[in-house]
């Protein structure tokens, strides 16, 4: 597993949680990185993505309230998820941008709003 989503869980309709995404035996700062989520029946779709030089970019379904953001130093991404919705409830997945069209995913991490 070269990167690692954690941060997932359950959480109310109106609440927050901040997804991290650590690197192992990768180097992420040179690198776009996303965000993916998956829901069940669903298509995987993108999230949020953001470059090696802090441009970031977001889906319109969660602009205003998350904020993707990235620390080079300690080689780790992160998701602010605010005033979450039910719809939002999915497996989150970060990748690496390897090439213009490929990506390094790692692991997901679940996150489940209640109603």
């Known amino acids: 597993v070269q990167l690692q989503a954690y941060g997932g869980g359950l959480v109310q309709a109106g609440g927050s949680l901040r997804l991290s995404c650590t690197a192992l035996?990768?180097?992420?700062?040179?690198?776009?990185m996303g965000w993916y989520r998956q829901a069940p029946g669903k298509q995987r779709e993108l999230v949020a993505t953001?470059?090696?030089?802090?441009?970031?970019n977001y889906a319109d379904f969660v602009k205003g309230r998350f904020t993707i953001s990235r620390d080079n130093a300690k080689n780790t991404g992160y998701l602010q998820m605010n005033s979450l919705k039910p719809e939002d409830t999915a497996v989150y997945y970060c990748a690496k941008q390897t090439s213009l069209n490929g990506w390094l995913w790692g692991q997901g991490t679940q996150v489940t709003v209640s109603s």
């Open positions: 035996r990768t180097i992420l700062s040179s690198n776009t």
């Open positions: 953001i470059t090696s030089g802090g441009t970031t």
